[in-house]
């Protein structure tokens, strides 16, 4: 059971350690290993923030995950400047130097993340894809696979975690990388949902389920589940959170393929969705890092229950 981290926190709250060492096995850096805070000038990189996530999972006996290699949501400005040519160099050396930088401390890496457009009509429109077409994806596993042989390499997406033309997309995509002997090891669903609609269980389970028939693994790898659209008291609420974060961790738990669960945080007090949506309370702890019902709710899943 994973956690995104962010190493700011490592530093400064002894709360946010003590729940997070005591209840995750896999920790994701939600910011700090991405190419904008690690390269943000050409040339200059800056590997501080993800070393100290990685110094804290190893010192602690917990497996890390890598995020992302290459995602048009965090590149810095100067990437959308270069030309084909010099794009390709980049992309390159970006995910050469920052794979090669963590060989050994991490278990795995989200190498592309949100390639898809999100109707699935095709490859997303981002500088990666206009400046290099669509077998940068391709590219990015071989390279990411030369720099690191033992990673597992996932494609990461959101919104594609029920049937439909995205996630159809992401199949038809994944397929073919494989058929193509690209070494792609699996695809993670992110799993941002709301309380009040989210991809029914059965939909998760047979999109999972075609997708460990290409012989690959699957993880959930960003889960948060937004109760402020949900009505009733707060105790309704919050047990209505419970339920879907049990009903779709025990599809995940029922899963030999699916290689883990990712909470995109754990503490309400530390959401990247309080930030822009507020009140969703969307984790497993509140803000005193006390365990809500959703907390018991992921336990059951993974026991069974
Ligand atoms: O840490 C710096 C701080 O030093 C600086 O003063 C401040 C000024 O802007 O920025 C801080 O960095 C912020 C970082 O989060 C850490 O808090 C960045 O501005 C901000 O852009 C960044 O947002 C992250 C976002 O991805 C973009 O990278 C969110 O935390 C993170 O939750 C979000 O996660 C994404 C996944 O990577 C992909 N899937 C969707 C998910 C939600 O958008």
């Known amino acids: 059971?994973?956690?995104?981290?962010?190493?700011?926190?490592?530093?400064?709250?002894?709360?946010?350690?003590?729940?997070?060492?005591?209840?995750?096995?896999?920790?994701?850096?939600?910011?700090?290993?991405?190419?904008?805070?690690?390269?943000?000038?050409?040339?200059?990189?800056?590997?501080?923030?993800?070393?100290?996530?990685?110094?804290?999972?190893?010192?602690?006996?917990?497996?890390?995950?890598?995020?992302?290699?290459?995602?048009?949501?965090?590149?810095?400005?100067?990437?959308?400047?270069?030309?084909?040519?010099?794009?390709?160099?980049?992309?390159?050396?970006?995910?050469?130097?920052?794979?090669?930088?963590?060989?050994?401390?991490?278990?795995a890496w989200d190498v592309v993340n949100e390639a898809v457009a999100a109707d699935g009509s095709g490859l997303r429109d981002t500088v990666f894809s206009r400046g290099l077409g669509p077998d940068y994806i391709a590219d990015a596993f071989r390279t990411a696979r030369e720099a690191d042989p033992q990673a597992l390499l996932f494609y990461n997406e959101y919104d594609a975690e029920r049937k439909g033309p995205k996630s159809d997309r992401v199949y038809e995509l994944v397929k073919d990388l494989k058929l193509r002997g690209v070494p792609i090891d699996g695809v993670g669903m992110q799993m941002h949902v709301e309380a009040t609609s989210y991809p029914q269980p059965a939909d998760i389970a047979a999109n999972m389920h075609r997708l460990v028939a290409l012989g690959l693994l699957v993880n959930i790898s960003e889960m948060d589940v937004r109760i402020r659209t949900a009505s009733g008291t707060t105790a309704q609420r919050l047990e209505l959170q419970k339920r879907v974060f049990h009903d779709i961790v025990a599809v995940c738990a029922a899963e030999p393929r699916c290689h883990a669960v990712t909470f995109w945080g754990f503490t309400d007090k530390h959401s990247w969705i309080d930030s822009f949506f507020g009140a969703d309370a969307p984790l497993l702890f509140d803000e005193g890092y006390r365990a809500k019902p959703s907390f018991f709710g992921v336990q059951d899943a993974f026991l069974g229950r």
């Open 1 to 107: 059971m994973g956690a995104a981290v962010q190493s700011g926190y490592l530093a400064s709250e002894p709360d946010y350690v003590a729940a997070l060492s005591r209840h995750f096995s896999y920790v994701t850096a939600e910011y700090q290993m991405k190419w904008d805070p690690i390269q943000r000038e050409r040339g200059v990189f800056d590997f501080s923030g993800g070393d100290a996530i990685v110094a804290f999972a190893e010192a602690n006996g917990m497996r890390v995950k890598g995020h992302a290699l290459v995602w048009h949501g965090a590149t810095p400005s100067w990437v959308g400047t270069l030309s084909p040519r010099d794009l390709r160099d980049a992309v390159d050396n970006h995910i050469r130097t920052v794979a090669g930088h963590y060989r050994d401390h991490v278990a």
